[in-house]
């Protein structure tokens, strides 16, 4: 435990500072200039170098940061030097995409249990995976060393997926539903919510029709003078 | 257009708020004081109020704000008084999963259109649409006054897939593709990715898991002693 905490704005950038550099490893790119990931992440360069000094990371003038060094120093910071064992509790759709998603791999998560309780869909295999009853949760926790759960169920049985989880020991979870869970204060829960990313989409989309208008306006008033 | 353009930390938080007063609305409730707003919401209640005054809305000290007129207020500055159309490109288990979510049309969105490349996916019926093949989407754009766009494609087909919305006319992309899609300057692309949300869970986990172990060293110590 270090004195300065990492502020919790640093700790949700320095995962797309991790894709990009892992994107420059693969194109063989030794070192970058704090310039050159700002724009790749889409942050000024101040926040870049401010971001990573939490990290002890602070670049070499006129050359910057050793790539391969600043992924290691990340992927320690964020706690990915160990792939971390997820468990997946509903297996509709959503449950099938993200079973199957290639990008949990090589970012530091395994798919190790998927559960559900439609008795149709049990014993199901999803890559190196077999569906299983969601009574078996707690075994599953157990054996795998399961500390994060994504909630990929309907929205009205989200909390009982919730609660599976919790009673089962988990204390991270990734919520896909369209509602809110209550858990106890020490299980942590981010919500994933696409109606609310296409309401912020919405609102800029709306803001460009306000100028589009109003450009036009003026050309029109031009035109006329 | 205002003189005060409201920030874009503020406009990511107000479908949060709207979620909740959505809910509100529901459980009949008829005023909310900041502070309620503020715990569910997750923030400061200081933040509720200087966030609700960038939309001309300061509440009545002891009873709180109108929930009725603050979603009023809210969907107008999001630009949700009319349903948007939005056109979803791939339709594997993620798009179907999108197609199906019911949460959009009480959200503000509506889908009208359903795109993919694969022969085998032409025709099939999912709600009330009928997927179509991706040539198709400049005449479904221009038809159904498609605003804003969501890739729900495997990564190696996202860039096809945003040139694709782009060439229709598409300005506003939601990409669920676990990649970066280049787009001209005009165009917002938002992007969701599982990967990064679980990497910031992790981040979590692992400090909870240090803090857990320095507990345990103090007890130890403190049992010794």
Partial sequence: VRDRPTPEATVARLPLYLRVLVDLVTAGDVTVSSDALAVAAGVTSAKVR????????????????????????????????????????????????????????????????????????????????????????PALVAEQGIAIGVIATPAGSAQDAADALVAAGVRS?????????????????????????????????QRKAVFREVRRGRRAATSRS
């Fill in 50 to 137: 401010k971001d990573l000094s939490y990290l002890g990371s602070y670049g070499t003038r006129g050359k910057g940061y050793d790539v391969a060094y600043l992924v290691h120093q990340i992927r320690r910071e964020l706690g990915l030097t160990q792939p971390w064992p997820i468990a997946i509790v509903g297996i509709g759709n959503l449950g099938q995409a993200l079973a199957n998603f290639r990008g949990f791999g090589d970012r530091g998560f395994r798919v190790a249990a998927l559960v559900d309780n439609d008795p149709a869909k049990m014993g199901e295999r999803l890559g190196d995976v077999v569906v299983r009853p969601v009574d078996e949760l």
């Fill in 173 to 205: 979870i990734l919520n896909f539903a369209p509602t809110l869970v209550s858990v106890p204060p020490a299980v942590t829960v981010r919500k994933v919510d696409v109606a609310i990313e296409l309401q912020i989409l919405a609102y800029y989309e």
